[in-house]
């Protein structure tokens, strides 16, 4: 459904700018296979905040290795030298563990954004960058309700950098490094749909441990990186002002009116030109 | 009209000449803009340099939660909304044909080519990877479900309209008879091409933010950004026009006839009343957007005592003073009017871009001087290569008698 969204605003997108051209008005095919997303499941009640993630992660993207760790009260960000990183939080129930990282919309802002398709949703799931696309232009940090993406400021060649799932790894067979290489089992990588009915199953089956509610199932339209917590997200962190449409959904109105301005001013235009100029031929003393 | 018809062909050397004369500069070399303007433009290119050696960081302040400075928000989103002032006067002059507005079109849309000349320049230096600029426009994967590439389309399609909406000022500056004419023939189809893409655009960067919903302080975000910001670059425009006129009128002062002179106030009056008319228009929008989003809440915080003064002081005020020079026919009002609304707009789009974009953020992005020296040096270029042309071409001056352009 996600896929047949996005090309819909790729067929608006394109007539407008196909108008625009002259010519070039042609949908791509909507022909895409819709292939389930794959996804993380993240329980941080099972998080030991051991930064085994943030090792692994830093390795197999060579990034360097982290020097600060967990702690409460001190919030560590991602930065362009590193993709995800475990906080720790004081909370009702003692002290929780949480791994950020790129969320991996299901329809997200940043691919939206993004005018060359650098930024793109894979029809496996994680969403990737790709260099050789990208124009530097910052506006898929505009848009991304998570302030993912970051940038290589001192950099003469920058590159965006965020989590992306492994997608190498994966496309070879292998689990992302963080999934792999996490003691506590607190990562699970799955189908999208696999791991909400596993999240489910284990809210139902320890309603005490668990705050009832999977962040990430209707977050952002949905996102492909699901978290469990002990308490209320906002103890740890989350905003949670998140809508639950999708964020592209935001652009709809504007974009689906490009075509309908495309055909409407112009005729209104050659129309008050028109009427204008029989006017002044009536009373002419023009010229 | 044979002889001359193609200058550029049958006299090669004297035109070689006659170009390299006109580029020499002409007129007094120690003017206050130009001790003020040159070592801050030199400054500015060794701060270019630098930025493309070092990157974006070595120059500028701009940080990871607040991506966009003072070169997109000020140069590109501030300055396209005050290039507004073409595509207005071309609606008037050209498909309403409003005559009296003739003596000023061709200014605007110069300035208004500039402006997007420049603007797209300052965008480009703010790419972190300018050599991928080609990706979108060769069709290298269109992100066509994107705001920023319809933007971006818009702006180069409407770089080329408005070079031909000005094309016959340079065919009457080289007396190049045969090419006015047939320019002259295209200006109708390039300003309603230009109208349409300008009211995509201009309400285009308000779309920019449309996803930026959590992101940007709830007074300053709504749905209908797109068209505040298409409904204020109509005052936009038109107060720049307003100003940019009553500067010019002065520098430039030997090139108007005495006529145009005398129209110039019948003008300003009749612009101030545009103004007026729109900024309420605007006003009413806002104020329809601030019932509907339940924003009584933030108006007693210091974000909201900043929004009352963008609001009152800079748009209730400057349509006051607008209505004011109109009842009284009295253009010194409209001048201040002009003035207040221009700081006005660009607050109104410094904050929805930078000021009010992430204030919650721990650390908040304020533009290193070399920023601010880039985004000045920017401008002075432009007001260089404005004075150029003008101090060439017949764009204050009238046209040659043998160029007719009324009603082109
Ligand atoms: S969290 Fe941000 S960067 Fe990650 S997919 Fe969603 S919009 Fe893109
Ligand atoms: S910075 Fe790169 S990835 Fe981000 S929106 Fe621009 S072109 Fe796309």
Redesign the pocket.
């Known amino acids: 459904m996600s896929i047949d969204r996005r090309n819909f605003f790729k067929v608006l997108g394109v007539t407008g700018a196909g108008l625009a051209l002259g010519k070039q008005a042609q949908a791509e095919p909507a022909g895409e296979e819709v292939t389930e997303f794959k996804a993380i499941l993240y329980d941080s009640t099972r998080c030991v905040g051991c930064q085994s993630c943030e090792f692994s992660c830093a390795e197999v993207h060579n990034l360097p290795e982290p020097e600060d760790f967990p702690e409460v009260g001190v919030l560590r960000k991602t930065n362009e030298k590193r993709r995800t990183v475990v906080n720790a939080y004081d909370t009702s129930k003692g002290e929780v563990y949480v791994k950020r990282q790129c969320m991996h919309c299901n329809q997200p802002a940043?691919g939206a954004?993004?005018?060359?398709?650098?930024?793109l949703k894979t029809k496996e799931g994680p969403v990737i960058?790709?260099e050789n696309?990208?124009?530097?232009?910052?506006?898929?940090?505009i848009?991304c309700p998570f302030d993912v993406?970051k940038?290589e400021y001192n950099s003469p060649n920058p590159k965006?950098t965020k989590c992306n799932m492994c997608f190498e790894r994966q496309q070879e067979g292998q689990l992302p490094a963080c999934v792999e290489n996490c003691p506590a089992e607190a990562l699970m990588f799955g189908t999208r749909r696999e791991l909400i009915a596993e999240a489910r199953r284990r809210i139902v089956e320890n309603p005490d441990a668990y705050y009832p509610h999977i962040y990430g199932e209707n977050e952002a339209g949905g996102t492909s990186f699901l978290y469990l917590s002990p308490v209320p997200f906002e103890e740890i962190g989350f905003r949670t002002n998140i809508q639950n449409a999708s964020y592209p959904a935001l652009t709809k109105g504007f974009l689906y009116s490009v075509p309908a301005v495309f055909v409407l001013v112009p005729s209104v235009l050659l129309g008050i030109h028109k009427a204008t100029k029989s006017n002044l031929d009536k009373n002419s003393n023009h010229d | 009209m044979t002889s001359s018809a193609f200058p550029l062909k049958k006299e090669k050397k004297s035109i070689g000449r006659f170009l390299l004369d006109e580029l020499k500069p002409r007129g007094k070399w120690l003017t206050p803009f130009n001790i003020i303007s040159i070592p801050v433009m030199l400054v500015g290119a060794a701060i270019i340099v630098i930025r493309f050696i070092n990157g974006i960081g070595a120059v500028s302040n701009v940080t990871q939660d607040i991506p966009w400075g003072v070169w997109k928000g000020f140069n590109v989103i501030t300055g396209v909304a005050f290039a507004g002032g073409a595509y207005i006067l071309t609606f008037v002059v050209y498909v309403l044909k409003v005559d009296k507005f003739h003596s000023i079109v061709r200014v605007t849309v110069l300035n208004g080519f500039l402006a997007y000349v420049f603007y797209a320049g300052a965008l480009v230096l703010d790419?972190?990877?300018p050599w991928?600029i080609f990706?979108?426009i060769i069709g290298n994967n269109f992100?066509a479900n994107?705001v920023?590439f319809l933007v971006a389309w818009h702006f180069l399609l409407y770089i080329v309209a408005q070079a031909i909406e000005f094309s016959p000022a340079v065919a009457e500056w080289l007396n190049a008879r045969r090419a006015h004419k047939i320019l002259s023939g295209l200006t109708l189809g390039a300003v309603i091409f230009g109208i349409t893409l300008s009211t995509l655009h201009q309400s285009g960067l308000g779309a920019l933010f449309l996803m930026a919903k959590e992101k940007i302080h709830p007074l300053w975000y709504s749905e209908f950004i797109p068209l505040l910001f298409l409904m204020s670059s109509v005052f936009a425009g038109l107060s720049m026009v307003i100003f940019e006129g009553s500067i010019s009128e002065r520098v430039f002062a030997d090139q108007i006839t005495s006529e145009n002179k005398k129209q110039r106030k019948d003008i300003i009056l009749i612009l101030s009343r545009i103004c007026a008319f729109s900024m309420f228009v605007y006003l009413f929008m806002q104020i329809l957007v601030f019932a509907h989003g339940h924003r009584w809440a933030y108006i007693n915080t210091p974000m909201g005592y900043w929004f009352l003064l963008e609001m009152l002081g800079f748009v209730v005020v400057p349509m006051l003073l607008f209505l004011l020079s109109f009842k009284r026919a009295n253009i010194r009002w409209a001048k201040v009017a002009a003035v207040l609304t221009i700081v006005g707009i660009i607050l109104n789009r410094l904050n929805v871009s930078i000021i009010a974009f992430r204030w919650d953020a721990a650390v908040h992005y304020v533009p290193s001087w070399m920023e601010i020296v880039v985004a000045v040096s920017i401008v002075f270029v432009e007001i260089w290569i404005f004075r150029w042309v003008i101090n060439r071409m017949p764009v204050l001056r009238e046209s040659p008698s043998w160029a007719n352009n009324k009603h082109a």
């Open positions: 940043c954004a993004c005018l060359t398709q650098a930024m960058w790709r696309k990208c124009m530097g232009c910052r506006y898929c940090m848009s993406p940038f965006i | 790419l972190g990877k991928n990706n979108p992100g994107s920023l």
